[in-house]
């Protein structure tokens, strides 16, 4: 062994204090909360973004009726700003409420379906044909049961965020070792101590992948139903429904530009209390 050898391979003095890691705020720390700023990370989303708006406006030039300049789409944002976030909100106060409807009924059907196997064998194979169901041709039935207000928009939202939430759920509180099963058993844990402590801490982890797609998914479904539930009287579904009968594109992308961003918006709510709640998984290192 050489002397360079031993000098990189000699152990540290006695006392000495092991190398600091770098601040949260540093950029040379991995998961700094201001990595945003180099421009390995933003330059390759803005020059994706500039590239579709000129194959837009390349577009806009070759298919007028097709798609409209963005100048106009942003000159109906700017000018109509109000009737666009009061649309936005009649829509997300729906989706958020048939989502939550929605969630309630899947986790009690898979905390069910996942404690008792004959509930789950009854359970599931209608859950499947409910979510092959196209909903579209259902709203008028339901229409005519529940009337003309929010209650039928709130039952299509609901059901179209079911089976994503039922499935994982099941998924993740049938998913626990067996081995941890029988430590609890052998101290006499009672069933809901094991659902408690065991079954749904190991499914919050599928549960969250699952609210990661419904909650984009809400705003589709709340879309949906106001464009397929007659009688909607707000909502940007029935903007763009109504743009679209009088032939206004700008009103009909900048109502779907909106979506988009409520979209995203609630992907990253999510995504941030999946942070907060599961900072010990190894899905949020």
Avoid at 42 to 56: E, S, Y
Avoid at 114 to 130: D, I, T
Avoid at 259 to 282: C, F, I, N, S
Wanted: proline share 8%; net charge positive; glycine share 8%.
């Amino acid at each position: 062994m050489t002397v360079a050898d031993e000098r990189t391979t000699a152990p540290a003095p006695a006392g000495a204090k092991p190398p600091a890691e770098p601040s949260r705020f540093s950029l040379k720390h991995p998961r700094s909360r201001i990595a945003w700023i180099r421009p390995a990370v933003w330059l390759p989303l803005v020059v994706m973004l500039a590239i579709l708006a000129g194959l837009w406006q390349w577009g806009a030039h070759q298919l007028p009726y097709l798609l409209p300049p963005l100048s106009e789409v942003g000159s109906s944002l700017s000018g109509n700003f109000a009737y666009y976030v009061h649309n936005a909100l009649v829509t997300l106060g729906e989706a958020t409420a048939g989502l939550g409807m929605g969630f309630v009924g899947a986790f009690v059907l898979a905390v069910l379906t996942s404690e008792f196997p004959l509930v789950r064998r009854a359970v599931m194979p209608v859950a499947v044909v409910l979510n092959v169901t196209p909903l579209v041709a259902v709203a008028p039935a339901l229409v005519v049961a529940f009337g003309f207000g929010p209650m039928p928009k709130l039952i299509i939202t609901g059901l179209i965020c079911f089976f994503p939430i039922l499935i994982n759920t099941a998924t993740g509180l049938r998913s626990v070792p067996q081995q941890v099963l029988q430590v609890y058993r052998t101290m006499d844990a009672s069933r809901v101590e094991l659902l408690w402590h065991v079954r749904v801490p190991n499914a919050l982890p599928y549960l969250f992948a699952a609210l990661r797609i419904v909650f984009p998914l809400s705003i589709i479904g709340a879309v949906v139903a106001e464009m397929s539930a007659s009688g909607s009287t707000g909502g940007l579904g029935t903007a763009i429904s109504v743009a679209s009968s009088m032939n206004q594109l700008p009103v009909v992308y900048a109502s779907i530009l909106v979506l988009a961003v409520m979209g995203v918006l609630l992907l990253l709510a999510v995504t941030v209390v999946e942070r907060r709640v599961l900072h010990w998984h190894d899905s949020v290192s």
